[in-house]
């Protein structure tokens, strides 16, 4: 069994940002701008958006932070996009998810101009990813890519399982796994909470993507010898052992599960460190112009 170590390739893939963007200062060329936008006071929310603009300063990029109170109405949130819309220094945006009820926030991701898009939720990228065209691919899906590719894990022909039909995860998941490509040219199914024969779905899969948002769902008698596993659950689970009184669960139960694995991602340490160095790339895309003029 070989540990897949999201928090080493998370790693070493930013330094690899960190120097091109050091090359593109070093030619005169634009610095890459991030900015974010956070509404009301979100324990993880905070938790994450402070980790992004942390990791924008690591790397050289530009990032600008904009909050709103939790009462912030609808129309304000969408003058805020459009402004960040036609702001030519902001080469990317986000709008950190979940936002409060009374906010639409198919509304507000449909009012990103596409083309600044660096989480690629807006229905644009969404389609051209599920057509194979160039796109911002969003962060989790892109992280989980980049471990497979970066570990050299075959997938061509094999059994993908993807657990969980997320917009965010699962869905974009089953259409990469299952694109003409490497990683890729996998049959995938998709299994969740309706699914009546997702144990031998299991049972038969080469490549298990664990996305359903439930603590150590995966046991070990619902997988086969040599199985790839990769884990993108982070639920808190109360825990006295910790200093903040909660502890980072995953999907998979890993202790009976890992040890018939070729490949595991544990949690935390694995896809989780992978998903901002995702969106640190795509802000790169963006700020060369790589995938729209
Ligand atoms: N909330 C949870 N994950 C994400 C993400 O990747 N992007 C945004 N904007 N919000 C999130």
Do not use: W
């Amino acid at each position: 069994m070989e540990l897949i170590d999201g928090k080493a390739v998370a790693a070493q893939i930013k330094k690899e940002i960190a120097e091109e963007v050091a090359q593109i200062k070093e030619a005169g060329g634009k610095t890459p701008h991030l900015a974010a936008i956070l509404v009301g006071h979100n324990g993880g929310s905070e938790t994450y958006v402070t980790a992004k603009v942390r990791t924008c300063e690591e790397v050289g990029f530009k990032s600008s932070l904009i909050r709103y109170e939790e009462d912030v109405k609808e129309e304000e949130l969408l003058a805020c996009v459009e402004r960040l819309n036609n702001d030519s220094d902001i080469d990317g945006f986000i709008v950190q998810l979940p936002l409060p009820k009374h906010i639409s926030e198919q509304k507000i991701i449909e009012a990103i101009d596409y083309r600044k898009d660096v989480d690629g939720f807006h229905p644009v990228n969404v389609g051209r990813m599920s057509i194979g065209l160039p796109c911002f691919v969003s962060a989790t899906p892109a992280g989980i890519l980049e471990l497979i590719k970066r570990y050299g894990i075959e997938t061509r022909g094999k059994h993908c399982v993807v657990l969980g039909r997320s917009n965010i995860v699962g869905k974009p998941m089953a259409a990469l796994m299952m694109q003409k490509a490497y990683p890729g040219d996998c049959t995938v199914t998709v299994c969740h909470s309706r699914s009546q024969n997702l144990k031998e779905m299991c049972l038969s899969a080469d490549i298990i993507i664990a996305a359903l948002g439930v603590p150590e769902f995966l046991k070990a008698d619902m997988v086969k010898e040599g199985v790839v596993v990769i884990d993108v659950g982070t639920t808190r689970v109360p825990s006295t052992l910790t200093k903040s009184g909660f502890k980072l669960t995953g999907d998979v139960k890993f202790d009976e599960v890992s040890p018939k694995c070729s490949y595991i991602t544990p949690v935390p340490g694995g896809v989780g460190p992978m998903t901002i160095i995702s969106l640190m790339r795509n802000t790169l895309l963006a700020g060369k112009k790589a995938i729209y003029k």
